[in-house]
Nanobody, 121 residues
Framework: QVQLVESGGGLVQPGGSLRLSCAASGSIFSINAMGWYRQATGKQRELVAH???????AYADSVKGRFTISRANAKNTVNLEMNSLKPEDTADYYC???????????????WGQGTLVTVSS
């Protein structure tokens, strides 16, 4: 079994900062990529930031220059530093990862349970 556990969501005022963390655990053989996605009420889930095992990074245009994704390969974790937060950043944030488990030797997409980020004064 593979699990992704997120932490770090909460309520923050506009212009503030939050840091999200996601830890992958279980029968992991390798992790190809990890990323953060978000889903606002009434909207589809969208990519926020993504990082591969080789360090290639992609950001949604809406968060470029404000959010920073980082990964600690040895710890199977991925973090998202969010600065200059705006009310439109309010959403459930999900960690996603493409993982090859040691049991099923093929890449499978896994998701965390989500953490709520609310940006409001």
């Amino acid at each position: 079994q593979v699990q992704l556990v997120e932490s770090g969501g909460g309520l923050v005022q506009p212009g503030g900062s939050l840091r999200l963390s996601c830890a992958a655990s279980g029968s992991i053989f390798s992790i190809n990529a990890m990323g953060w996605y978000r889903q606002a009420t009434g909207k589809q889930r969208e990519l926020v930031a993504h990082i591969t095992s080789g360090g290639a990074i992609a950001y949604a245009d809406s968060v470029k220059g404000r959010f920073t994704i980082s990964r600690a390969n040895a710890k199977n974790t991925v973090n998202l530093e969010m600065n200059s937060l705006k009310p439109e950043d309010t959403a459930d944030y999900y960690c996603g990862a493409e993982i090859v488990s040691s049991i099923v030797r093929r890449a499978v997409n896994y998701w965390g349970q989500g953490t709520l980020v609310t940006v409001s004064s």
